[in-house]
């Protein structure tokens, strides 16, 4: 008997066509539409779509992410189904893959896939992307791998891939370790498992976490205003190994001693941060303010972590674990908690 798969259409590029009206592409095309697209596919699996909204990627938001997540949970309880196919817009993709990813405990497939040409446009790649990811969900290879991202016949871990390029079929990459596997010949293929994944349990979703980009220069102000604005969390996207302009720093005491938790990240595509220099502004002076690292995390990532690690707990200690658990096998203490960010 064939294995079905449940397809959850949300919008994106994949469900747009060209609006001659506007001269641009638009959401349009119905599930059904899409789905009459993938030529074949019957032969592998029985389909069951669902539509869960008809956005373009930016328009997509944590608490939608979150309301997504309750429906593919739902779905992943049905014992009649094998695995679940998300369909989505691409500027946003990894965001809520990464959020399924933390959140969801199953051993079943959950694959995100999008297409970065609309079907008015010549070489439209939202089929081939629906056929892949309905391949890599029904393989039995692809169980325990967390939350999968399928585009150009390249399988990637949510938690690892990221977009490159904004036009590009192969834009999905990941940087650092390179894809899990592909789809060859309507078979997934994997060439390594996923190291290390977490799965976090919020009992809710901190949405006032703000990311600040740095560049050469930069004061503390735009920190200053998170800490007006009664911001929960911040993720500083800082420079290579995790190092700020000195002129912050007056902004990242205030925030900590204002009970902000603050995760630094690097603004460096590839590598994690680390305190290697202990000039003002360096890496070893904002851990020891209290600042937790974000290891090789993106900002767009650390900030859907960081939203979910404030639902888990409120406790520095705690965010601090769940953040740098893998990344540094450091113990947090009792008296780092009390030292640091209080």
Do not use: W
Not at 251 to 272: F, M, Q
């Amino acid at each position: 008997m064939k294995p079905t798969v449940a397809v959850v259409f949300t919008g994106g590029t994949i469900s747009m066509s060209i609006d001659e009206r506007l001269g641009a592409a638009i959401p349009s095309l119905s599930a059904a539409q899409i789905l009459s697209m993938v030529t074949n596919i019957d032969r592998f699996a029985h389909i069951e779509p669902i539509t869960f909204s008809s956005l373009p990627g930016p328009h997509m938001d944590p608490q939608l992410m979150m309301k997504l997540r309750a429906q593919v949970q739902q779905l992943l309880t049905r014992d009649d189904i094998a695995g679940v196919v998300v369909t989505h817009g691409t500027d946003t993709l990894e965001e809520t893959a990464y959020l399924l990813d933390l959140t969801l405990d199953t051993t079943k497939p959950v694959v995100m896939v999008g297409a970065m040409r609309n079907s008015s446009e010549l070489g439209y790649d939202g089929p081939s992307n629906l056929a892949a990811a309905v391949c890599t969900a029904i393989s039995p290879e692809s169980r325990n791998k967390g939350v999968l991202v399928v585009m150009n016949n390249e399988v990637n871990a949510a938690s690892e891939v990221t977009k490159t390029n904004t036009l590009r079929l192969n834009t999905f990459q990941s940087l650092e370790f390179g894809a899990l596997g592909i789809v060859d010949n309507d078979e997934v293929i994997f060439h390594r498992e996923v190291v290390h994944r977490q799965v976090l349990q919020p009992e809710a979703l901190e949405e006032r976490v703000s990311l600040i980009k740095c560049v050469a220069g930069m004061d503390h102000r735009l920190i200053e205003f998170c800490v007006e604005q009664q911001d929960k969390g911040l993720v500083i996207e800082a420079m290579g190994r995790g190092n700020v302009p000195p002129a912050m720093m007056q902004g990242v005491r205030r925030a900590i001693d204002n009970g902000l938790v603050v995760v630094l990240v690097s603004r460096c595509p590839t590598g994690r941060v680390l305190g290697t220099y202990g000039y003002p502004g360096g890496g070893k002076e904002l851990r020891d303010l209290g600042v937790i690292f974000g290891g090789d995390l993106p900002g767009q990532k650390a900030r859907i972590k960081l939203m979910l690690a404030l639902g888990v707990s409120r406790e520095q200690a705690v965010i601090r674990h769940i953040f740098e658990q893998e990344q540094y096998r450091t113990p947090v203490t009792g008296q780092e908690e009390s030292t640091h960010g209080q």
